[in-house]
């Protein structure tokens, strides 16, 4: 079968209307190309403001879900970031399965509800049934500041459930579904989440709950749609594959043998070491596998540490992470393996999520809400992920943003009373002391209920993203300054998009991490500590993003990619008789990402903060590269610009267009 035969079904939901449809499409190979369907051609959200109800929420699971490939049953969220105006990817882990029961390929919330509103979807053997109940924003908000003992989208998973379980009912037992909600700040800020949580027999499966974090996919439902949350499911529906059967383990088998030498199982093992315990470390998962190998290469108090010298960071990491934060960790949970490892709701040999009583221990959310605000006490950053978490941020953004308000305060940038804080934060690597973890979080805490409440005018700017608050905040306070001697947005380090756009990186020390390239805040670069000749680098980069495209449009877990990027197109030929040479595949979909970007006013610009230059360079001289580093200390914007002009002008030949 040619692509362009290839059938999908997508429910419509119209909030506008409060009604559902089914409709058919052709050629469209995954949840990516979807939603570029969807953005570039059906609504043309490039055309409307960011929070304007054309920007449609689209998700969709790939072409392997509902086979019996672990790592497949991914559901994959796109949209225009209010972040970054451009077009966004996020996903969550497990979160496709309830789309299996409906037996639908994709879906796209349109249009925007009078009120707030949750989506009921079911299949109970009847086709998909679809109910709108209303819920009023003093009501909403009301149960986000309390329900049951609990705040936040962890209030409000609970009202729901209490509510809308027994629609569920099946047979006198409930079937399986999911809850997609939004937090309080989905409608205050731009860099909102959408929460997911597994309801199974009735009940809240605590630590299989997931997070589609980056880019503001929950203020999109929100802001854009008056969506608060969708609960989805139904009873098992099994999908079918047109041509070999991929439900059956000896098909997938042979297609692993083939192309690798050994069957699925082995190779879905031995793919993801990592994410489940590495003998070779001592620990597992992002955090214990992350926490232990970066070392001088952690990345500490707002990016502060890459100023440091080696034995310096090797230092402050041992005395902090190894003998504290890390130590905790493998204590707690790695030497309690296997009932403290989890999965994220679907079979996985990986059980990546490592999980202390109902504290889930990802890598990125507790170095953001930890290590890089000067939180070295598991007790201490619990309390504030789990704070992040409810509010409903993106915790890698959030984190990055306290962080940058913890050193404008200690510069006097910000005052106490601007936030209505009653003490400076320390996150200072010469005087900071372990002891300070409680303080910093307690202060931590404070900037999140204020940020997600918009609880004054600072608050407020702080949620309309780091680049748009430091050009309001130096307009604001521009005698300080001018006292300081420093911008605002010289203590960030950002990708900047559009004329106010910007993406915080992940927490590596890493030059790709802020390149000129369509996507950031991902992983579709080179996101360790590397550096090249700008060529060169784009080159990987480049590579990089084609390879991580797979999983996206493959809906696959990417730390399944050790496989992934190897068997993904042969298994969809022989289960769907499709061969597509997804290399050229994926370079299409980034190519038209840029060119949405371009019509979105989201192009790349040159970046615009000091600190994003030096986090650059002093990655070229961590890893050897002395004379870029020796050039940028003779004159940093010259050198800088040439660096990146010249990573842009190869990154363009690549792609074959300008963004
Ligand atoms: S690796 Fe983790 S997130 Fe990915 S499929 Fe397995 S359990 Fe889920």
Redesign the pocket.
Known sequence: MKLENLESKVLVIDVTNLNVREEKVKGILGPISWGLHCHLEKYESFKYDVFDEHNVLCAGIGKLAGSVI??T??LVFTFRSPITGGFYISSL??GGIPLLALGIDYLVVEGRAREPVVVLLKNLGKGVEAAFEPLPREELFRIYREYRGEIGVYALERYLLEKYRDQYLYDGRYVTFRIYCVGPAAWSTRYGMIFSSVIRNGEIDVGAE?FAGRGGAGSVLARCHNVVAMLIGGVESKRTFPASDLRDVKVTDDVFNSVMGKPMSKAAFDA?VK?RYDPSVGSGGTFGVNMSTLKEKSVLFNWKSIYLGKEERLRLWESLIRDHYLKQFNEEIIANKPKTFK????P?P????KVWGKYKKDYEPYAALGSFIGIFDQREAEKVVHTADALGYDAIYIGQVIAWVFECLEKGLLTPKDLGLDKVPCIDPENYRIEYSSMNAELAIKVLEGIAYALNDVYKVLGDGARRAAYILEEKFKDRVAKVGTRFRDLLVYTPYGKDGDMLPTMYWAPGNVMPIPIQGKYLTVYHTEFAEPEEFAQKCFTRAIKELYSEEGGL?R??RGWGEKVLPKLIEVGYGVKVNMDEHCRELLKKIAEYNVKAGASVCFWDSRRTIDYVFTAAKEVGFTTWFEKYRRDPEATAREYWERFYSKYTELLGVKF
């Open positions: 672990p790592g049953q991914r882990g497990g997931d993801t994410y999965t994220c709701g679907e996985c990986a059980v990546c999520k877990c730390f399944h």
